[in-house]
C-alpha cells in the first residue's frame, strides 16, 4: 500500500497564500503522477494541478497563474503553493498519486484531505 498525507492547510484572508506538502510512503516502487485535487461542500472532487516525474504540469484554468506545484522526487514529496487566494478556492484538498507499489502491480492513492478555508 502507499500512504499519502498532506499538511499544510488553514485559514487566510483573501490575498493570501499557502502551500500544501504531499508526502508518500509505503510500498512504493515508482511513483508517476502526482496531483491536488480539491472538493467543495456537496459537490464532487475536481483536479487542481498534476506533475510527472518529468515534470510535466497540468493546471485546472480556475487556478492557473495563481498555484504552482512542484515535487521532489526523491523525497516522494509533492507540494503546492497557493497564492492570491479567493474565497472560492475554500474547500478540502486531497492529495493523489499514481504509480507502481512494491509488488509491481499499479497503485494510485489518495490523502486524508486538509482543510483550506478563504475570507473575504
Known amino acids: 500500500q502507499v500512504q499519502l498525507v498532506e499538511s499544510g492547510g488553514g485559514a487566510v484572508r483573501a490575498g493570501g497564500s499557502l502551500k500544501l506538502t504531499c508526502i508518500a510512503s509505503?510500498?512504493?516502487?515508482?511513483?508517476?503522477?502526482m496531483g491536488w485535487y480539491r472538493q467543495f461542500p456537496g459537490k464532487q472532487r475536481e483536479f487542481v494541478a498534476t506533475?510527472?516525474?518529468?515534470?510535466?504540469?497540468n493546471y485546472s484554468d480556475s487556478v492557473k497563474g495563481r498555484f504552482a506545484i512542484s515535487r521532489d522526487n526523491a523525497r516522494n514529496t509533492v507540494y503546492l503553493q497557493m497564492n492570491n487566494l479567493k474565497p472560492e478556492d475554500t474547500a478540502v484538498y486531497y492529495c493523489?498519486?499514481?504509480?507502481?507499489?512494491?509488488?509491481?502491480?499499479?497503485?494510485?492513492?489518495w490523502g486524508q484531505g486538509t482543510q483550506v478555508t478563504v475570507s473575504s
Open positions: 493523489n498519486s499514481v504509480g507502481i507499489s512494491s509488488d509491481f502491480t499499479p497503485v494510485r492513492a
Open positions: 509505503g510500498n512504493i516502487y515508482q511513483i508517476n503522477d
Open positions: 506533475i510527472s516525474t518529468g515534470g510535466g504540469i
